[in-house]
């Protein structure tokens, strides 16, 4: 009878301690990913349940794209092609968002400071991460100034902070234009504004809803001259001079400040697209860029690498992943730098 006795009580211990174990063992991290195509409009694309909290940020990342961009184009590819899909595995919840294709950074920040709104009041975060590419860097770093209680971070890939040579170049050129009534630049601001409302529209976005588009308003963002005034009016901890350092402190009105890019215009040879970007990258003159920006101008905040072996499709993952073979992959630079952001409590 002891002995009886004694093996139920051992295998109470052990069911009770089993018990605890499961109740104490992770439990998975449920993260999601959101396309957000109109002001107040965000639908669940996928979920999954996370083993893993690498990314497990305390805000959600919210995602910007770049001029000539868009969020999910007929439902299937990802401007950030492949990103937030790895980033939920690793239990981080990602939002989308859809601007003007073709506008200027005031213009497309305040339509990308609506959705952060609805973010925040769908998650009920009180804040998000904002991780913008190239001109949405702009953008995000416009939210960031005028609603900075909204923000937790900014994080710009291949921005131009203090200018391109590229968007110089097409401002000249199209100022330059000598045709009767200019009408090479007419027919050049007629496509890219047909480019943008359709992007719109392969986004999902309603018809009745499509966004403005405006050529000439690209240009008081993104040309060296009138950044400068942007700079002035939407401030960030950038270099005080071109290609300096950015300030040793990345937070500015209680916002972190992070950025990176890449250094190279052709990275593999079977990505048409290369191809492009190092003709446009011509336009620099010799200084190393990725086809839009150079790593000088591409620095705020807390600088991660702005010399990857990438051009500026590359930092996307894009064209279709036809990425560098000899630098480390796109999606996994995001996924680190995912870690970065919930280590510093963001």
Request: aromatic letters at 8%.
């Amino acid at each position: 009878m002891r002995s009886l006795s004694n093996a139920l009580r051992l295998f109470t211990a052990s069911s009770t301690l089993l018990a605890i174990g499961i109740m104490a063992a992770p439990m998975a991290q449920a993260s999601s990913y959101y396309n957000c195509n109109t002001p107040h409009g965000c639908s669940k694309i996928d979920s999954t349940d996370s083993h893993s909290d690498y990314g497990a940020t305390k805000y959600p990342i919210v995602m910007a794209h770049g001029f000539l961009g868009w969020n999910r184009l007929l439902n299937t590819l990802d401007y950030f092609n492949g990103v937030p899909q790895v980033l939920m595995k690793n239990g981080t919840t990602v939002f989308t968002t859809k601007t003007s294709s073709v506008n200027s950074s005031e213009v497309r920040g305040e339509q990308l400071l609506q959705q952060v709104r609805t973010i925040e009041a769908l998650m009920d975060s009180g804040k998000v991460n904002l991780v913008g590419h190239s001109q949405g860097g702009f953008d995000s770093r416009y939210v960031a100034t005028v609603a900075a209680d909204k923000i937790a971070s900014v994080t710009t890939v291949s921005t131009p902070h203090q200018g391109t040579k590229t968007a110089d170049f097409a401002v000249e050129t199209l100022e330059n234009d000598n045709t009767p009534n200019k009408f090479g630049t007419k027919v050049f601001e007629a496509s890219l504004v047909a480019v943008g409302l359709s992007l719109d529209a392969l986004s999902a976005v309603p018809l009745d809803q499509l966004q403005e588009q405006n050529v000439r308003n690209v240009a008081a963002t993104t040309s060296t001259a009138s950044n400068l005034a942007f700079n002035k009016k939407y401030p960030a901890p950038i270099p005080s001079s071109y290609c300096g350092m950015p300030p040793t402190n990345n937070v500015l009105n209680g916002v972190g400040y992070y950025s990176w890019s890449g250094s190279q215009t052709f990275t593999n040879a079977l990505d048409p697209s290369d191809y492009l970007l190092t003709l446009l990258g011509k336009t620099h003159e010799g200084e190393a860029n990725d086809g839009f920006v150079t790593p000088c101008s591409s620095r705020v905040g807390f600088v991660i690498r702005d010399d990857y072996r990438m051009n500026h499709l590359d930092s996307i993952n894009q064209l279709l992943g036809m990425t560098s073979w000899r630098e480390t992959n796109p999606l996994t630079v995001y996924r680190n730098h995912v870690n970065r952001l919930k280590n510093a409590g963001y």
